[in-house]
């Protein structure tokens, strides 16, 4: 299989750099797959767990928003937050999601109506994450 570039940055530092096979990304309008040779684009991404495939090993990073990039260069992701798996603190990002519905009934209008979002997408990673798949 063919192999292209692919950059995983987040403020905190660069996650991820290196040749992989496929990524499949969390895109706001739905996720997306890259392999060597996809045409170019840029999308918005949601709160969601990117895979990264290299030697047919997948590697799940959990991302939290952001945006994709794809060149003739390869993809780059530039993500609000990236963590992988191994690293989450899963009681943490369960108090994250707590403290999101605790907060819903300050919200009103198109406000409430994107916090609902974000927490929908919080709770399919959560729920991702108590699947046997990813353990």
């Not at 990117?50 to 260069?73: D, F, H, M, N, R």
């Not at 899963?90 to 974000?118: H, N, P, V, W, Y």
């Amino acid at each position: 299989m063919a192999t292209f570039h692919f950059d995983l940055v987040s403020p905190e530092k660069l996650t991820f750099s290196g040749d992989v096979d496929q990524v499949d990304v969390p895109g706001v309008e739905g996720d997306f797959g890259v392999l060597a040779g996809h045409a170019p684009v840029v999308a918005a991404i949601r709160p969601g767990i990117l895979t990264i495939t290299t030697g047919g090993t997948p590697q799940k990073i959990i991302v939290l928003g952001g945006l994709a990039e794809v060149s003739e260069k390869g993809l780059t992701v530039l993500a609000d937050v990236a963590t992988s798996i191994q690293e989450l603190d899963r009681a943490q990002f369960a108090d994250t999601i707590a403290s999101m519905e605790a907060k819903l009934a300050e919200k009103e209008g198109s406000e409430l109506d994107k916090a609902i979002e974000r927490l929908d997408h919080f709770k399919s990673i959560q729920s991702q994450l108590n699947t046997t798949a990813l353990h």
